[in-house]
């Protein structure tokens, strides 16, 4: 059973974390909506044909220099 006590602190964490927030942001999903941004934004509709160009590493594959613990 949940005393008082549990179930105020919980209630005043749900609240110190909303409180945190900036907020509700909306993105526009339609075409002219993406549109309306402005010029300061891009937006990139990702598909089956460009998915590649934005899924592979920017600098390739390098070795880390950090030990791994490994004899």
Do not use: W
């Amino acid at each position: 059973m949940l005393t008082k006590i549990p179930v105020f602190a919980m209630v005043m964490l749900v609240m110190a974390i909303t409180a945190c927030s900036d907020g509700y942001v909306q993105f526009p999903t339609s075409p002219e909506g993406q549109r309306a941004l402005g010029d300061d934004v891009e937006v990139i509709v990702l598909s089956s044909d460009n998915i590649g160009d934005f899924s592979r590493p920017a600098r390739g594959h390098q070795v880390t220099q950090m030990p791994s613990g490994r004899n």
